[in-house]
């Protein structure tokens, strides 16, 4: 179900942007993809620090996952930009963050779209002509 189209003018707008999401939508995964430079791991770092992480947001590209500790519990980043098959997430054990009970950020998700959960808040970034970040949300739930 698209929920909205959001067109973001700066890097500051980010962070009230995420508090609103955070707020507003149920999702405990959020899917992000885009080009490079669309503004995946700024809006993963502004979702993290509305959330309460201290300290820095850092995209986990080399490591794979990152995990910060919040108020409401481990945040957990991912980063599937290195990957090429579902094989190498499973070995790498980033199915689990997935599947456990925890807020899960993922970049790069369209990379693997086999590993998708069945509910989920999945974000499309795009950079406009203008250099403004167009953010188009779309909210899965699994049906019963």
């Not at 507003?24 to 430079?37: E, N, S, V």
């Not at 791991?41 to 201290?54: D, F, K, S």
């Not at 519990?73 to 790498?92: C, K, N, Q």
């Amino acid at each position: 179900m698209q929920l909205a189209q959001v067109l973001i003018s700066d890097a500051d707008a980010w962070a009230g942007q995420a508090r609103q999401w955070l707020a507003d939508l149920p999702a405990r995964i959020w899917l992000i993809d885009g080009d490079l430079g669309a503004g995946k791991t700024t809006l993963v770092q502004a979702a993290c620090h509305a959330l309460g992480v201290q300290g820095p947001v850092a995209s986990p590209t080399f490591g794979l996952a990152n995990t910060y500790a919040s108020p409401q519990g481990p945040i957990h980043h991912l980063d599937l930009y290195r990957l090429r098959s579902a094989e190498e997430a499973l070995e790498a054990g980033l199915v689990e963050y997935l599947d456990g009970p925890d807020r899960c950020f993922v970049e790069w998700a369209e990379r693997l779209p086999e590993l998708w959960p069945s509910q989920y808040l999945h974000l499309h970034l795009t950079t406009t002509a203008g250099g403004q970040r167009l953010a188009r949300l779309d909210l899965k739930h699994a049906h019963a």
